[in-house]
């Protein structure tokens, strides 16, 4: 198991290789579709102007990410009455919709770890070569689990995209999660693919 | 009738919280096929914990707690009309207490209704009147990871040299489980539609993951496709998360309905490993949760 703090050196991830159990610590952000969609549109490619208070949370949101890292996760939360909020639930979700976003993402504010469940294509895998980050695989429907690893909850962003597609930041505590694509090129996932690829043409063939 | 409101909370609760019995004994059976030490041994160490710790501190067992999907069975002359209003008092309860995530989006706004109610088909409500003096009310949560994988086929199929028998339904079924990879929290369980129109075969192929894990098909030539497709979709070696492994599917439910003379559809409906499937009977006296 190796254990990381965040911001994420370098050397620590240049470390890091497919298959490494690893657990985080520090202060990460939550980000899914709506979330890398408004980050893309409006601050890399910049072909929507900011509106509201998109450049504050821009201004707040970027130091976070610089070393850091993104969980793709649309919480279950308590407290929404009350503004005391507590994670009660908190997997990941499905990361390849965020694959058109992104790589762009990484280089633009220097993201070392993406963590979500099912892995992610080419254009991530690029990123992760040239920031240098990794992708971290937590374990999809372990939402109670991975919950207690979620110490405080000190803020949120864009509450108005709705509970699940809101930026959370969070102070996590031994975070789980699997090394699936590394910084050297290497993807499980796509070594998984093209193996269950050639079971499935033996079987068609059958 | 009386007010089912109460009862109906308790079933949300129970479907978001609580694994059914069958399910956890299939990932528990999963557990132990794989190798020790390997990614795919991790991940189901780490469903079993989850869903032990969910039922324990009653929060949900995962984030996305999905569609909620009723099957209501009632007797005659009772109200549709108030059944769905209690229904729906019941989820936005739920989503006030965190058994549920708000999950109902107006696709054309983007808004979150925030208490998970949106038009009439969010939650999606099914009625049946039945004979007796029984309700009968089935409850599915099924996240959004599993459904985006679901798949639809029309046979003929030629890339895949897929006819219109039983033969052709095999291979689009491995085709479906190939593409999903890990991505609908594999392993999962496999409800499949042979036949009906493009939106009936779909509703086949949820209902069919309402069968209990270990109820074969009582079509013997069904039986054994489902048998088969789980032997074969667990060759493609997926596993767990799609960390390589043993096993990819948990189980495979066919149901057959008829076609049309020129559509032979095959629907393919994906659960996660999170089958979250519930049934609660209210008879005039007892209340019984399975």
């Known amino acids: 198991m190796q254990k990381l703090s965040i911001p994420i050196p370098d050397k620590a991830i240049r470390r890091l290789k497919v298959g490494d159990p690893v657990s985080l610590s520090g202060v990460m952000l939550t980000g899914r579709d709506a979330a890398h969609k408004w980050m893309v549109e409006t601050f890399v490619k910049r072909s929507r102007s900011p509106q509201g208070d998109d450049q504050e949370i821009y201004q707040a949101i970027k130091p976070l990410l610089d070393g850091g890292a993104i969980y793709h996760c649309g919480p279950v939360v308590a407290g929404l009455e009350t503004g005391e909020y507590r994670f009660v639930a908190a997997g990941p979700t499905t990361s390849i919709r965020e694959e058109p976003y992104q790589g762009d993402v990484m280089q633009h504010f220097n993201l070392k770890a993406v963590i979500g469940k099912g892995g992610m294509g080419p254009k991530t895998l690029a990123a992760c070569k040239d920031v240098p980050g990794v992708y971290l695989h937590a374990i999809g429907g372990a939402a109670t689990l991975i919950a207690q690893s979620v110490k405080k909850v000190l803020g949120v962003h864009k509450l108005d995209f709705g509970v699940p597609e809101a930026l959370w930041v969070l102070e996590v505590e031994d975070f789980p999660a699997v090394v699936t694509m590394d910084s050297h090129g290497n993807s499980l996932h796509a070594e998984i693919e093209a193996k269950s690829k050639a079971a499935l043409e033996a079987l068609l063939a059958g | ?290």
């Open chain 2, 1 to 290: 009738m009386r007010d089912h409101t109460a009862d109906f909370l308790e079933l949300v609760r129970l479907a978001a919280t609580d694994l059914p019995p069958d399910v956890e004994a299939s990932l528990v059976a999963a557990r132990e096929r794989e190798a020790p030490g390997s990614a795919a041994r991790g991940a189901m160490d780490s469903i079993l914990k989850n869903v032990a710790m969910a039922r324990q501190k009653g929060t949900p067992i995962c984030q996305d707690t999905g569609t909620p999907i009723f099957y209501v069975r009632h007797p005659e002359g009772w109200s549709t009309r108030k059944l769905r209003q209690q229904i729906r008092a019941a989820v936005a309860e739920a989503t006030r207490l965190a058994y549920l995530r708000p999950n109902a989006v107006d696709s054309l706004s983007g808004k979150n209704s925030g208490n998970n109610l949106g038009d009439q088909a969010f939650p999606t409500v099914h009625f049946e009147e039945v004979e007796g003096d029984k309700l009968v009310v089935d409850l599915l949560l099924k996240g959004g990871g599993c459904e985006n994988v679901g798949a639809q086929y029309a046979l003929p199929n030629a890339a895949l040299g897929a006819g219109r028998d039983l033969g052709g339904v095999r291979k689009v079924v491995l085709d479906a489980v190939y593409k999903a990879q890990g991505k609908g929290c594999a392993p999962g369980v496999l409800g499949v539609a042979i036949g009906g129109d493009r939106g009936s075969s779909y509703y086949g192929s949820k209902e069919a993951l309402f069968r209990k894990m270990d109820d074969p098909h009582p079509d013997p030539q069904l039986a054994e496709l489902e048998g088969r497709l789980m032997t074969e979709a667990n060759q493609l070696g997926i596993g767990p998360m799609g960390f390589g492994g043993e096993t990819t599917v948990l189980g495979v439910k066919l149901q057959s309905m008829h076609r049309l003379p020129a559509s032979y559809f095959v629907s393919v409906s994906y659960m996660c490993w999170a089958h979250r499937r519930r049934r609660m009977i209210a008879g005039s006296e007892h209340l019984v949760y399975q």
